[in-house]
């Protein structure tokens, strides 16, 4: 009989510290260099909240052992927040919820997030991207990021809710101010944060009382109407649910289409080909989010003591699975630091939407709002070039794109 595995504590591994693994901004042969001191088994690193998890297997393990627990409900915990008035506030949501109440509230509001619900958008989108590059086509220039990126996603969750087109500002402003919840100064920054929210719950509320009193064929209503052996949402998980699509389904599309669209810049060769094969939109998709995806990692906390790899983690533990190493990890993608849009998908997805029972519940919507989005863009604007230096937004594990994306094309398309 085999003798038993010893365990090592976490604390007491000798770890690199790659603290900069999941910056973006860094270019493809600086990252080949510093990776090339790194071990080629090496799984796990040290960052400045706890451990990096590197390859692509062990990041699916983690986020599918239920057993590590999604890091959202501790971002004030891990930002210095102490406040009691703003710690009272914390609410579990389908995002941060776990266990039983994870499953419950996922078996509810699931089939209303279906690939079919999403296709029925499509129509809405296309007109939308029309509508949105009419505005710039015929200066041959645009800020993409202010211009297109900016605006496109709010009208579609204006729409998925049966709100008036012309709340989309409202909506775009709430999110960008409850996004400052990951910019990582909380304390400059929850006052702003609990007023988007206050104002976001009371519209939302407005919506709800009015579609229990006539359903529409909108989410909120497929909500309300969500039912499984007599259990229902109640009304403050209907606020949170809307409030969870709308920072989901808002800030994660617009970057990642800015990314995409920066990434295709310097790939003229691959945005050329799509515009030639549209049919390759759902493909582009996947491999843009595999190679430069807006959600770089995620974070987990150890529940209880976890024993993974014969490695220790005691209970609190702060794990990053890292989205983005794990996208170009070579044991699963074959040259992976190449970016190429008729590849083969692999047996394995790319994880930029996350694994496990937190996986995007927005995916297929997300999935089509940048399908649509991408082959009208490279329909419309075929020889796109840079037109000056791409402003990054600060590199966090939280949501990246560009802040400013400015372009020229040929006018008039």
């Given at each position: 009989?085999?003798?038993?595995?010893?365990v090592?504590?976490a604390?007491e591994?000798?770890?690199?510290?790659?603290?900069?693994?999941?910056?973006?901004?860094?270019?493809t042969?600086?990252?080949r260099?510093?990776?090339?001191?790194?071990?080629?088994?090496?799984?796990?690193a040290r960052?400045p909240?706890g451990?990096?998890?590197l390859h692509y297997?062990?990041v699916?393990?983690?986020?599918?052992d239920?057993?590590w627990?999604n890091?959202?409900?501790?971002?004030?915990?891990l930002n210095?927040i102490?406040?009691?008035?703003?710690?009272?506030?914390?609410?579990?949501?389908i995002?941060?919820?776990?266990?039983?109440?994870?499953?419950r509230?996922?078996?509810?509001?699931?089939?209303a997030?279906?690939p079919?619900h999403?296709?029925a958008?499509?129509?809405?989108m296309?007109r939308l991207?029309?509508?949105?590059?009419d505005g710039?086509a015929?200066?041959?220039t645009?800020?993409?990021?202010?211009?297109f990126?900016?605006?496109?996603p709010i009208p579609v969750?204006c729409?998925?809710?049966?709100?008036p087109?012309?709340?989309?500002?409202?909506?775009?402003?709430?999110?960008?101010?409850?996004f400052k919840?990951?910019?990582?100064?909380?304390?400059?920054?929850?006052?702003t944060?609990?007023?988007?929210q206050d104002?976001?719950d009371a519209?939302?509320?407005?919506?709800?009382?009015?579609?229990?009193?006539?359903?529409s064929?909108d989410l909120?209503?497929?909500?309300?109407?969500a039912e499984?052996e007599?259990?229902?949402?109640?009304?403050?998980?209907l606020?949170?649910?809307c409030?969870?699509?709308?920072?989901?389904g808002?800030?994660?599309?617009r970057n990642q289409?800015?990314c995409?669209?920066?990434?295709f810049?310097g790939h003229p060769?691959?945005?050329?080909?799509?515009?030639?094969q549209p049919?390759?939109?759902?493909?582009?998709v996947?491999?843009t989010?595999?190679?430069l995806?807006?959600?770089?990692g995620?974070?987990?906390?150890?529940?209880?003591?976890?024993?993974y790899?014969?490695v220790l983690?005691?209970?609190?533990?702060?794990?990053?699975?890292?989205?983005a190493?794990a996208?170009?990890d070579?044991?699963?993608?074959?040259?992976p630091?190449?970016?190429?849009?008729?590849r083969?998908?692999?047996?394995k997805?790319?994880l930029t939407?996350?694994?496990?029972?937190?996986?995007?519940?927005?995916a297929?919507?997300?999935?089509?709002?940048?399908q649509?989005?991408?082959?009208?863009?490279?329909?419309?604007?075929?020889?796109?070039?840079?037109?000056?230096?791409?402003?990054?937004k600060?590199?966090t594990?939280?949501?990246?794109?560009?802040?400013?994306?400015?372009?020229r094309?040929?006018?008039?398309?």
């Amino acid at each position: 009989m085999a003798a038993p595995s010893a365990v090592t504590p976490a604390a007491e591994l000798d770890l690199p510290d790659l603290s900069w693994i999941d910056d973006p901004r860094m270019g493809t042969e600086e990252r080949r260099a510093r990776m090339g001191v790194v071990a080629a088994d090496t799984w796990i690193a040290r960052n400045p909240f706890g451990y990096s998890i590197l390859h692509y297997d062990d990041v699916v393990a983690v986020l599918r052992d239920k057993r590590w627990h999604n890091a959202v409900g501790r971002l004030m915990e891990l930002n210095g927040i102490d406040n009691p008035e703003w710690l009272a506030r914390r609410r579990t949501s389908i995002l941060s919820a776990e266990g039983d109440d994870h499953t419950r509230l996922r078996r509810l509001v699931g089939p209303a997030f279906s690939p079919r619900h999403a296709d029925a958008l499509r129509p809405f989108m296309r007109r939308l991207v029309d509508e949105l590059i009419d505005g710039f086509a015929a200066r041959g220039t645009c800020d993409l990021a202010v211009d297109f990126c900016e605006p496109y996603p709010i009208p579609v969750i204006c729409e998925l809710f049966g709100a008036p087109s012309e709340d989309w500002k409202l909506f775009s402003n709430w999110a960008t101010e409850i996004f400052k919840i990951f910019d990582g100064n909380l304390q400059r920054d929850m006052p702003t944060i609990i007023a988007a929210q206050d104002e976001l719950d009371a519209y939302v509320g407005d919506l709800i009382e009015q579609r229990r009193a006539t359903p529409s064929d909108d989410l909120i209503s497929a909500l309300i109407a969500a039912e499984e052996e007599g259990d229902r949402l109640s009304h403050s998980e209907l606020i949170s649910m809307c409030n969870a699509v709308l920072m989901a389904g808002t800030d994660t599309t617009r970057n990642q289409i800015g990314c995409s669209v920066a990434l295709f810049a310097g790939h003229p060769d691959q945005w050329a080909l799509l515009g030639e094969q549209p049919e390759l939109a759902a493909r582009a998709v996947e491999e843009t989010m595999r190679y430069l995806g807006a959600v770089r990692g995620t974070g987990r906390f150890a529940s209880e003591d976890i024993v993974y790899r014969d490695v220790l983690f005691p209970k609190g533990t702060f794990i990053s699975p890292s989205l983005a190493q794990a996208n170009r990890d070579p044991a699963v993608f074959d040259d992976p630091a190449t970016f190429d849009i008729p590849r083969e998908p692999p047996d394995k997805p790319q994880l930029t939407f996350g694994s496990g029972i937190h996986y995007c519940l927005g995916a297929a919507l997300a999935r089509a709002e940048q399908q649509e989005a991408l082959a009208i863009l490279a329909r419309r604007m075929p020889d796109l070039e840079l037109a000056g230096e791409v402003v990054w937004k600060p590199a966090t594990v939280g949501i990246f794109g560009p802040r400013h994306l400015p372009l020229r094309f040929t006018p008039g398309h």
